[in-house]
């Protein structure tokens, strides 16, 4: 990590002024937001939230975006009612708040989040995708569940999950090349144990210059210099799902 201080220093980014077309719904025991493409479809794609948690606009905007792309587009809250990390909060009280909230305890709410996708909305091909700490999610269920055909990990904290890699599911990885708080030597070993273990396809992308959370937390309106990058994973990303759903 960066320093001890701020052992994730993952900055909120950009404030995304924006509403979001979807609507919250109940789905079991957890709430979610859920947006629709305009025409009906089958393909499915569950969105977990980074610390700052399922209401933050800047992940709405991704999932409504995967929306135009034609999917149903579902962000649940995978902290199930605990509360979200503030930028306000102090760092040195990170750890002890993240490990109420395991990445790689979510499969009680993904399973039901799968049955809502399949009986209430007609889905039949899901992938999922995450940011930071729902990138960690996403590569824990890429490792476990068989319900899921496709997984893309934005910027997921790898040290969570350092020897696990026989992935069930095609797999995109997304790291920014000056992510402060993913050393590249990290994401070096990552791919070398992939290469060594796994089995089906996966590819691992480091975009140049780009800090923790480029894709969903900078604006490209007000990043010039980082604009080429942003589309660019924002588009790497649905063609991957595209591929595979």
Not at 25 to 48: E, F, L, M, N, R
Not at 109 to 126: M, N, P, R, T
Not at 222 to 228: C, E, S
């Amino acid at each position: 990590m960066a320093n001890e201080s701020r052992p994730c220093p993952c900055d909120i980014g950009d404030r995304f002024d924006y509403g979001g077309r979807g609507q919250e719904v109940q789905v079991g025991h957890i709430k979610a937001y859920v947006c629709k493409p305009s025409a009906s479809t089958d393909k499915a794609v569950i969105v977990i939230h980074d610390i700052f948690g399922w209401q933050l606009p800047n992940t709405r905007y991704i999932a409504d975006m995967l929306a135009t792309n034609g999917y149903i587009a579902i962000c649940p809250d995978f902290f199930v009612g605990q509360e979200a990390w503030k930028p306000s909060n102090d760092w040195a009280s990170f750890n002890d708040w993240v490990k109420t909230r395991d990445a790689g305890k979510t499969d009680k709410e993904v399973d039901v989040v799968l049955k809502y996708l399949k009986e209430q909305c007609g889905a039949k091909k899901i992938g999922v995708i995450g940011f930071c700490w729902g990138g960690a999610a996403v590569q824990h269920l890429m490792l476990k569940n068989p319900h899921l055909k496709t997984g893309v990990s934005l910027y997921g904290v790898i040290s969570r999950f350092e020897d696990k890699h026989s992935l069930l599911h095609p797999t995109f990885f997304i790291f920014g090349e000056k992510d402060d708080i993913i050393p590249l030597e990290q994401v070096t070993l990552l791919e070398q144990k992939l290469k060594q273990n796994c089995k089906v396809d996966y590819e691992v992308k480091i975009y140049p210059g780009q800090t923790h959370g480029f894709v969903h937390r900078k604006r490209e309106d007000i990043n010039p210099q980082d604009k080429p990058y942003i589309e660019e994973g924002r588009k790497d990303m649905i063609n991957w799902l595209n591929k595979y759903i």
